[in-house]
Every structure is written in C-alpha cells, then in structure tokens.
C-alpha cells in the first residue's frame, strides 16, 4: 500500500485526537446478509495475532499473508500457503501493528476493515464474521456508506454525530446473538473501513461526541432525505411524542434535489382505495370532494377523521405525507414535498445548512430541539 505524505500526516492527526478519547471497541457482524461457509482473507496492512477458543496464540500473520478459512469435520481450519492449522469452532485474529487493516476476498465483494476480526462456525456449518473494531473507525466507515457523496467536512462532521450516537443508543441491539451491531440497514450500512480523507477528519474532529437528552441518555437521532420545508412530530409518524423530536420550520430543505414530488392515480383507484380500507363514503359528494381537494399548508397527520395519512403513504407508496390532492380529468394528482418520514434531522437541508457556513453543533440542535452534545468519557469514563 502507498501512503501519501498527506495521509501520512492525517493518520497522525486521527492517532492524536482518538488518543484524547479514550478507545473503545464495538462488535459489528459484517456480511451478515450472506450465508457463506468459507472465508477468505488478506492480511493488508499491520500484523495480526491468531488465537483459538481457549485463547491461546496458533501464529502471527504479516502483510500478504492469505488465509483460507473453513470448516473441516465441524472444526475451524486455516489454510495458507505454508501452514494447515486446526482451531476449533472460534478464531480471533487480533490487531497487533499501528495501521492494521484486513482484506475480505470472500465473501465477494472485496472490502477492506479496520482492528480485529473474529470468526467463529454455527451449528448449521455456516461461518459468522465479527469485525471487532475501534468506535471511531465504524463511525468513519458508516458516515462514508450513507452519505459518501456528499463534499463537506462540516456536514460530515453532523453525520459522525448522528451515527455515533445512533451507534451508542442501539449498543444492545444484538446482544442476544453475541455481538453488538449488524452491517445492514436494520441497525446501520457498514461496508468497511474509510477511504475517504474529509470523513476520516470529520470523524476525529468530533471524536466521542454524542447528542444527549436531558437524561443524559444518547438521543433517538433519526433522519430522513428532505422535510419539504417543516419537519413531522414523532408523534405523527411513530405514536409517540419525544420532547426533541417536534417540527420545526425548515426553509433549508426548501428547492434541494428531493423538495418535491408528484403522483397521479385514477381517480376511481383512489376512492375505492378508501372505500376498501375505511368504509369512506364516496357516494356523498361533499365526502368526496374532501379526499379529492384536500390542501395542507402546514403538515397534517389526518387526511380526513380516522385516516392516518402515514397509512396512506405507506399503502400508495409516496415519498412523504406532506402532499395536497387535485383533481385533473379523471385523475388524482398528489403534489407532494419531502422524501422521507419527516422526523428529525433533513439530510438535504442539514447539508444546505453547511454549505451556508453554518457549523455542525448549530445544524444538529436546529433538527433536534433542546439536546445537548457531550462526549463519551463524561457520560461513562473508562478506567
Ligand atoms: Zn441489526
């Protein structure tokens, strides 16, 4: 691997910071969407130490060193070029060096993580894969799997926030099954460590930060693409009212790439859709003229009476609630704004947010009403 003199003074910079907070390791089932019963890795960076289940230490590994690793008469064995060694049901490859990164060639596709990896066989024969990896690192490399796209260290910097504590408040979520997080959307998308430079400082910039409620317990830090202009209660969407969760104003997400939306449906589909579901009247005519001109200036939870437009919009499949209803010819048309549930923080508008030169502390308290930000060693301090 060739390092740049500028990655070199970044890997620095990220040693520095991460070294004021104290490390911790998080426990992060990866592939967890396959089932495989082999596994394939490269050493690509680092030294790594080999331990079985009881422990003790089969063999180091360096740089290129490839391992082949499965089941043989219900036992873990590795094979590489020189050696066949035999580990029974858990192997742990624990990260020995200063950049310690490993490859996965299988499953496909080919990804690159960050610290330790521990591999142990299931009942079934099947192989599970749990990168055991530094919080900050996961955090680097969940920010770049859901909004690598985006140019603005600032904007990164809300998004280290958001999934670090997003990461801190669903710690448990796996606890019954032995690790901690998943790598898919259930918990959050993880597909390896960081390449991306900006990410990488965003994250070290704000090492251990988290956003906490007035308990002091990590927030509910949920988001979505675009508001459309107002945020939603978290009540409207999920029946349940949390004090930070309320809608707000929010002319930043006003004109972005996912402000607006429209969809048209026979109108004879969208009454008798009503009429299916909710026994709504559509032989009364002024019944009917409410769900065909129906209006919404500010967000509205109800279509009419018991019709939760949350329902609807799951039923039709609409990017949001936030829509009005016309009527052309014999179709309905629904002109819709926001994407998304509309709860907390709009990624679109917190990135417009950035762009304006707002900074990362201001746009997270603009979405998330009354939280503070702490950081990890005042809210539990290590030993
Ligand atoms: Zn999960």
């Known amino acids: 691997m060739k390092i740049s003199r500028a990655a070199i003074s970044l890997i620095i910079t990220l040693v520095l910071s991460f070294g004021a907070q ?15 019963k082999s596994v394939q890795l490269v050493i690509f960076s680092g030294n790594y130490e080999m331990s079985d289940s009881s422990g003790t230490v089969q063999k180091a590994w360096n740089k290129n060193d490839t391992l082949t690793i499965k089941p043989v008469n219900n036992e873990l064995v590795v094979f590489s070029s020189a050696d066949t060694l035999f580990m029974g049901k858990f192997i742990r490859l ?30 079934d024969g099947t192989l599970w894969l749990i990168n055991e990896v530094e919080l900050e690192h996961y955090v680097a490399g969940v920010v770049q799997a859901e909004a690598g796209i985006a140019k603005n260290i600032e904007f990164f910097k809300v998004q280290a926030v958001a999934v670090r504590t997003f990461t801190l408040r669903n710690i448990e ?31 070290s910039k704000t090492a251990g930060e988290i956003m906490v409620d007035t308990s002091g317990q990590p927030i509910m830090a949920v988001f979505h693409s675009n508001s459309g202009g107002q945020t939603a209660n978290s009540e409207d969407v999920w029946g349940k009212a949390i004090y930070y969760l309320r809608s707000v104003n929010d002319p930043y997400s006003i004109g972005q790439n996912s402000y607006s939306w429209q969809k048209t449906m026979p109108r004879t589909e969208w009454l008798e859709y009503l009429r299916k579901n909710y026994e709504y009247p559509i032989n009364i005519p002024s019944e009917v003229k409410q769900v065909t001109s129906f209006q919404q200036a500010a967000r509205r939870a109800y279509l009419v009476d018991n019709i939760s437009l949350r329902k609807v919009r799951e039923d039709l499949k609409l990017r949001s609630t936030f829509f009005n209803i016309s009527e052309q010819d014999d179709q309905i048309v629904f ?12 990624q679109e508008g917190a990135m417009n947010m950035a762009r304006q030169g707002f900074n990362y502390i201001d746009i997270l308290k603009f979405y998330y009403l009354g ?3 702490t950081t990890l060693d005042q809210i539990s301090p290590t030993e």
Do not use: W
């Open 22 to 36: 104290a490390r911790r390791d998080i426990r992060v089932r990866i592939y967890s969407d396959r089932t495989f």
């Open 94 to 123: 624990q990260s020995k060096g200063f950049l310690n990164i490993f490859q996965v060639l299988l499953p496909d596709p080919k990804r690159l993580y960050d610290d330790n990896i521990l591999i142990s066989l299931r009942e």
């Open 173 to 203: 979520k796996h606890a019954a099954e032995g690790y901690q997080l998943c790598d898919q959307t259930h918990c959050q998308v993880y597909k390896g460590r960081c390449g991306n430079t900006d990410i990488m400082l965003a994250t």
């Open 335 to 346: 002109s819709g704004k926001g994407f998304g549930h509309g709860v907390g923080m709009s």
């Open 371 to 373: 939280i503070e930000i």
